[in-house]
């Protein structure tokens, strides 16, 4: 019930649906930790989430509160949420982007990840993130990272965003994320 593309007017006249909605995202990540933890053949102290995109708020602040999940693998993600969505109106005229951004970091608080990532350590925490993605502004990356503690690791790669057809792209980040998610260490490929 989330829609798939945020536009202006659904900051106003939808937000307490959509608020609803996104709270219960995290819940959704940590119901699925509960299910790796009854199965036999999971290792439960080798839990690790890894999350993409918009997905990422919701998985910071899943992992801040899940112990469950040892390492976290965050993929095209950043902080500030108003200057992501401005960067994601880029066909929206100027001021009016500006005040969509405003809005939303003002009515979304709740989820930025920057207030929750800190809760993740002392678990490991790596971030994969394309130099050249105009979804994910570096400015707000670095914003995301910064808020993080140790231990902690921010890969660069020469990359735009991720789209969901590119599939080497996609082998490409999963790869270089799992590779360096230390719970993984030693585990069967």
Do not use: C
């Not at 509960?34 to 899943?62: E, K, N, W």
């Not at 950043?78 to 992501?84: F, M, N």
């Not at 709740?110 to 002392?122: D, L």
């Not at 735009?160 to 270089?176: C, F, M, S, Y």
């Amino acid at each position: 019930e989330v829609p798939y593309e945020f536009k202006p007017l659904t900051l106003l006249l939808e937000n307490d649906r959509v608020r609803r909605q996104l709270r219960k995202i995290p819940g959704l990540f940590s119901l699925g930790g509960a299910y790796l933890t009854q199965r036999s053949d999971v290792d439960t102290s080798r839990i690790a989430m890894v999350v993409t995109s918009f997905a990422v708020p919701f998985g910071v602040l899943a992992a801040a509160k899940d112990q469950r999940f040892r390492n976290v693998g965050l993929i095209y993600g950043a902080g500030d949420l108003g200057a992501v969505l401005e960067a994601n109106l880029s066909e929206t005229p100027g001021l009016l982007r500006k005040i969509a951004g405003w809005l939303a970091s003002e009515i979304y608080y709740e989820f930025e990840p920057t207030q929750y990532v800190g809760a993740i350590a002392p678990r490991p925490l790596i971030m994969v993130n394309g130099r050249d993605d105009p979804q994910m502004p570096v400015e707000a990356v670095r914003t995301l990272y910064d808020a993080a503690r140790e231990p902690r690791a921010l890969i660069w790669l020469k990359t735009g965003h991720l789209l969901p057809t590119n599939k080497k792209l996609i082998r490409a980040l999963v790869d270089t994320t799992l590779a360096r998610l230390p719970v993984l260490e030693g585990a069967k490929k």
